[in-house]
């Protein structure tokens, strides 16, 4: 079955893989070269991402590293709103993603500036509304695995059977989405998030088993600390391994890839397509 999302009610075909490009607009993202902030800056990286093949730009307000500190949805709107605005009207076809966990900043982003994606690093745990603005809002929810909130993330990584509680977290939170209405799920393992770097590994070793939902499965894990840890360099020397975690899982069946690199994610889903055909 091709899966598929819907985009302001034109279907977009994911039985190609897609490229999510990362725009940070944060003064403390963990990869510096994400960082944006100047009007210039924004642009500029945006066209960059188009340029470079990527299909949806995500948009962040907030680090959600275990040393961040965490803003209000308040600060976090005030944050992206001229962003948002700027890239609406420098780019008013290009399809947005809202990195957030707050609904009023997933409401305002949709509402206001006609983002067309919701990517929720917290499932939903954070803010209780986020459920119900998304079955109101009517868009593609990115549902990823986290427990815990950033700055605790790390202290929660027990687990009885790791591939088995997230598949069991993700059947759980589906079911409920579905209930509500929502249809448009993606799933989002969250590497990196309340996990090890061993568990990270596990986890994408097992990420084919995450197709038995039916639903496209992105995968994030461009310059996490999973490759620099294991490697024993730096996030800004992390693009090899980068690139090899990306055609992995590529390989085992992601729909999407979100990226800080948009040209070598393109180039990984061009080699591993013209393998599998």
């Known amino acids: ?5 819907n985009i302001n009610g034109e279907l977009l075909d994911l039985s190609t893989p897609l490229v999510m490009g990362i725009l940070n607009i944060t003064p403390d993202s963990f990869y510096p070269g994400s960082r944006k902030q100047s009007e210039r800056e924004i642009v500029g990286r945006v066209r960059q991402i188009l340029d470079e093949g990527g299909i949806i730009v995500d948009i962040g ?3 959600t590293t275990p040393a961040s500190t965490r803003i209000s949805a308040r600060e976090e709107l005030k944050r992206l709103e001229p962003a948002l605005k700027l890239i609406r009207k420098e780019f008013p076809d290009t399809i947005l993603s809202i990195d957030t966990f707050y609904s009023e900043v997933a409401g ?3 509402e206001k500036y006609g983002v067309n994606i919701i990517n ?15 079955a109101r809002l009517n868009v593609p929810y990115i549902l990823m695995h986290m427990r815990g909130i950033p700055q605790t993330m790390q202290q929660h990584t027990r687990y009885d059977n790791l ?4 598949l069991y977290y993700f059947s759980e939170k589906i079911a409920k989405l579905n209930l509500l209405g929502v249809n448009d799920i993606i799933i989002d393992p969250g590497f990196g998030f309340s996990k090890t770097t061993d568990q990270n590994y596990q986890l994408m070793a ?3 088993y995450f197709n038995i939902f039916d639903v496209p499965i992105l995968a994030g894990i461009s310059r996490k600390s999973m490759i620099y840890r294991l490697l ?7 693009l090899n391994g980068t690139s090899v975690l990306n055609t992995f899982a590529l390989l085992s069946g992601a729909n999407i890839l979100r ?3 948009v040209k070598e994610a393109v180039e990984c889903v061009k080699i591993v397509q013209k393998i599998s055909n």
């Open 1 to 5: 079955m091709t899966k598929s999302i």
């Open 61 to 63: 307000g907030q680090s």
């Open 108 to 110: 305002s982003a949709v």
């Open 120 to 134: 929720d690093i917290s499932g939903g745990q954070i803010d209780d509304n986020m459920f119900e603005t998304v």
């Open 163 to 166: 591939v088995q509680d997230i």
């Open 206 to 208: 097992y990420l084919k």
């Open 232 to 238: 024993g360099c730096t996030p800004q020397e992390s």
């Open 259 to 261: 990226v800080h690199d």
